[in-house]
């Protein structure tokens, strides 16, 4: 039958259906029941709850599907500018609340699993993370992908369908342990696997020069071809039929290049090779700011690169023919430098398969391409050694080589003979180990490069960049971070959310955030001050449960609840954290009765995982144990502190601790911290930030007054000086014997904790503890004065939560879409 033959069809049977799913609460419950039986395979009188999980799941799958085709159908009949982003990490979390908030149906589910005996919250909680990404940049993407969904974009996520996502930690005796993350053991019912989507990936090999047509060409001839299978990701958006796409590629044995082996009857190594492609997807790795020029790092990379850009151009050549279109129809947004191969499998594409010719070739890819930095240090940026993708992506070399080629001829004509600065802004390192910076391979080509807030850009304008931003400026932009209020209020703390949808007196704030600012206004009302506490108190009390379940330690929802959770780095400074706790522990040790009623009693909680290999981290989580085993069983000290570690810090942990914490630390040394999205989350929920000036923090200050929260340390422009004075900057005496507790054994693992005493001493402290101790402590007194008066407390925590609106994800799209992208929403009518 002929595709129009069947497509009026499909037409005239739609008409005799009733349209869409029904949503409501009798349909709902026959399509969880349906799925029970149909789909998990139970019987409908006769299932638990993580089967009534699946079950409701698979209904909300439809109802997704049924938007995501439709928006799909609608992007094609308008053929937009889409913008396709790429990342090699999404960190998405659960999905079922998400789901039901953003398609409008959650009170409908809700009444419906009542009617069956279900709790809609009890099942959500059966649902596991996707935890597809390491932390900042990773669920950076994710609330992009929410905030592009709810604005209308048409928009595309790409990235990669890992087997493995981060690493489970668990701690034994104080000790972080890493477990593989099984997450697809049960299945996902939010993907939707493309078997029919595929696209042949290759690598190795080489590459030959030949006369086609009296026209002398390159042709790779590669050595290994891999399969990338489609799993589709459908993202709703709130309050619009649109659902756009996130499309992870899974690695799949490919059979071209084993049929030799299976005619010569090498069966058995044939299927182990086989298998051996599937490691491709296998595992995220788990370091989120060094990278070592790993093998399988730089195939994860052009794997989905290639896969995704091959998806790209199909479908623009699905309407189009010619490649001067390509820019009206493509953007492409690269986050961070991971996918930046992309930039010469483009320019492969086009000038080896497309026959364009180079000059045009590189206008299209310089026309296409933007970029998202968030390293802050020139060593932090990602190098590929030559070797290694010579041999790996030999064709990609030579383009690279090339790229640079041209680019050192068009420097010259600015720099002149200027070789130091020439072999600065070389995509080409020399050295010891020769390599290719894949940043200034970005920065040669991109004609956006974006820091993450004003700080980090000025950071890449006058440090990380210098020399391409006086070549280029206008390329620099600042696109400040943000999160969706949709996941960080509606979804993780909806007793916040009726709170300020009645105070506003619309929900309308849930897509346009800037009306949030109107809780300014009864910022001083008792009525509000009443429903805030209330508010705050339930989610300490969740906390507290949750809290007490995991470490058996019980707390007091009359401490305040502070709060540091993130990875475990060097430069986040948790150390600052826990010497900042000792400190306290040790005043309240010396103090007598009447001193220790005007204590303001604290919960002291830290989260977040240590990069495997991160001896400095793994110890910082164990002197986290150390000191909690100490404080929390000394009579002396009651509830008056209370030190509690929660393991496995990951997303949903994350929308659990935010709503119910008081006073949120963000301790980087100033200029380390590029942007930092978590303070942004704690700043919507109206938790007080104990931050320095670094990232973000500077424009929270501005946007909710300096007033607001409690600022310390030195300054960005600071840090390099006291850097030089090196050895003899001492920090305080306090500081010094906070360090002394530890080095001295107190509390045990002496040895241990030696190597992490020298990082902070001995002209060491290479991130200012010492330095920024004795102003951290003054932020500290702040805070607890502050707490002892609850109105005061109260009204801060209103005013943060209302100054919250310009860190929101949707600001940071439309900026990325109007000053980078050049796109226009294209809305899918009801
Ligand atoms: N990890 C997870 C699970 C998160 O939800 C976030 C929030 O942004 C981060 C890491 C990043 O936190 P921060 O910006 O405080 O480092």
């Known amino acids: 039958m002929e595709f129009g033959d069947r497509k009026a069809k499909a037409e005239k049977m739609f008409g005799l259906m009733d349209g869409f799913l029904k949503n409501d609460s009798i349909s709902l419950q026959k399509d969880i029941l349906d799925h029970v ?34 928006t799909h159908l609608h992007f094609k009949k308008k053929d937009p500018k889409r913008i396709y982003f790429l990342s090699l990490e999404f960190l998405m979390g659960r999905s079922l609340t998400n789901s039901v908030i953003n398609l409008g149906i959650q009170d409908q589910y809700a009444d419906a699993l009542t009617q069956l005996g279900f709790d809609f919250e009890v099942l959500a909680e059966q649902e596991g993370d996707a935890a597809l990404g390491n932390g900042g940049l990773a669920r950076l993407a994710a609330c992009q992908m929410d905030s592009l969904a709810t604005l209308d974009y048409p928009a595309w996520g790409y990235g990669l369908r890992y087997q493995y996502g981060l690493f489970r930690q668990i701690i034994v005796d104080g000790f972080q342990h890493e477990q593989p993350d099984f997450w697809l053991n049960f299945g996902n019912p939010w993907e939707i696997e493309r078997v029919h989507v595929s696209y042949p990936v290759k690598f190795y090999g080489t590459v030959k020069e030949e006369v086609l047509n009296g026209k002398k060409c390159k042709i790779w001839i590669p050595g290994e071809s891999v399969e990338a299978v489609a799993y589709d990701n459908p993202i709703p958006g709130y309050g619009t039929r649109n659902a756009i796409n996130l499309r992870l590629w899974a690695a799949k044995p490919s059979d071209q290049y084993d049929m030799e082996s299976y005619t010569t009857g090498d069966y058995i190594n044939a299927i182990v090779n086989r298998q051996k492609a599937e490691t491709i997807s296998n595992v995220l790795y788990p370091d989120d700011r060094s990278y070592q020029g790993k093998e399988l790092r730089l195939k994860q990379q052009y794997f989905f690169v290639s896969a995704s850009l091959q998806d790209i151009i199909r479908r623009f050549k699905d309407l189009h023919s010619n490649f001067d279109e390509f820019p009206d129809k493509v953007a492409l947004q690269i986050n961070d430098t991971h996918p930046s191969i992309s930039i010469a499998e483009v320019m492969r594409v086009l000038v080896d398969e497309e026959n364009l010719n180079w000059s045009k070739a590189w206008g299209i890819a310089c026309s296409i391409f933007s970029v998202t930095i968030h390293a802050v240090q020139p060593e932090g940026l990602e190098k590929i050694p030559v070797d290694l993708l010579g041999s790996v992506l030999p064709r990609h070399l030579e383009i690279i080589y090339e790229i640079n080629h041209r680019l050192m001829e068009e420097l010259k004509k600015s720099f002149g003979q200027d070789y130091d600065r020439l072999s600065r802004m070389s995509i080409v390192e020399e050295g010891a180990v020769k390599s290719i910076r894949m940043a200034n391979l970005s920065l040669a080509c991109c004609h956006t490069v974006n820091g993450v807030s004003r700080v980090h850009l000025e950071t890449l304008k006058t440090r990380v960049f210098k020399d391409f931003y006086e070549l280029w400026p206008q390329k620099f932009q600042c696109k400040t971070n943000g999160v969706t209020q949709r996941r960080w209020i509606v979804v993780s703390n909806p007793s916040l959310c009726s709170i300020i949808s009645k105070w506003l007196g619309t929900e309308a704030w849930i897509r346009n955030i800037d009306l949030i600012a109107g809780l300014r206004e009864y910022a001083k009302d008792p009525d509000l001050h009443t429903e805030w506490k209330n508010m705050k108190r339930v989610n300490k009390m969740r906390l507290a449960e949750y809290i007490e379940t995991l470490t058996s330690v019980k707390v007091s929802l009359d401490a305040m609840f502070d709060v540091q959770i993130k990875r475990i780095h060097a430069y986040k400074r948790q150390l600052l954290n826990i010497l900042g706790i000792i400190h306290r522990y040790d005043c309240i040790k010396n103090m007598d009765e009447s001193d220790k009623r005007r204590v303001v009693p604290r919960v002291c909680i830290i989260g977040g995982k240590a990069a495997p290999g991160y001896e400095v981290a793994k110890k910082i989580i164990k002197l986290c144990h150390a000191v909690a085993d100490k404080v929390n069983n000394d009579p002396d000290v009651g509830d008056l502190l209370k030190v509690v570690f929660i393991p496995d810090y990951n997303v949903s942990v994350a929308e659990l601790v935010i709503p119910g914490s008081d006073l949120s630390q963000h301790l980087s040394t100033a200029g380390h911290e590029a942007s930092g999205t978590g303070c942004m989350k704690f700043l919507m929920n109206g938790c007080l930030l104990l931050a320095t000036a670094d990232g973000s923090a500077v424009e929270i200050a501005e946007e909710i007054g300096a007033a607001n929260m409690f600022l310390f340390g030195a300054k960005v422009d600071e840090v390099p000086a006291l850097r030089e004075k090196g050895t003899t900057l001492k920090g305080s005496l306090q500081f010094a014997r906070v360090v ?17 005493c020298d990082t902070v001493e001995d002209g060491g402290d290479f991130y200012l ?61 009801f």
């Not at 998990?40 to 085709?69: G, K």
């Not at 080095?743 to 992490?756: A, E, H, P, Q």
Request: proline share 2%; hydrophobic share 40%; aromatic share 16%.
């Open 37 to 70: 039986e149909f789909t998990v395979a139970r019987s409908r009188f006769n299932f638990d709850d993580f089967e009534a999980y699946q079950a409701l799941a698979h209904s909300v799958r439809d109802r997704l599907i049924e938007r995501w085709h439709d």
């Open 740 to 756: 002394r507790m530890v080095r001295d054994g107190y509390f045990g693992f002496k040895d241990y904790f030696k190597s992490l």
């Open 769 to 829: 503890l010492g330095y920024d101790f004795a102003s951290y402590l003054e932020a500290q007194a702040a805070a607890d004065r502050a707490f002892v008066d609850q109105v005061k407390w109260t009204q801060m925590s209103i005013l943060s939560t209302a100054g919250s609106g310009k860190f929101s994800s949707d600001r940071t799209i439309e900026e990325y879409a109007q000053q980078s992208w050049g796109i226009e929403p294209c809305k899918c009518p």
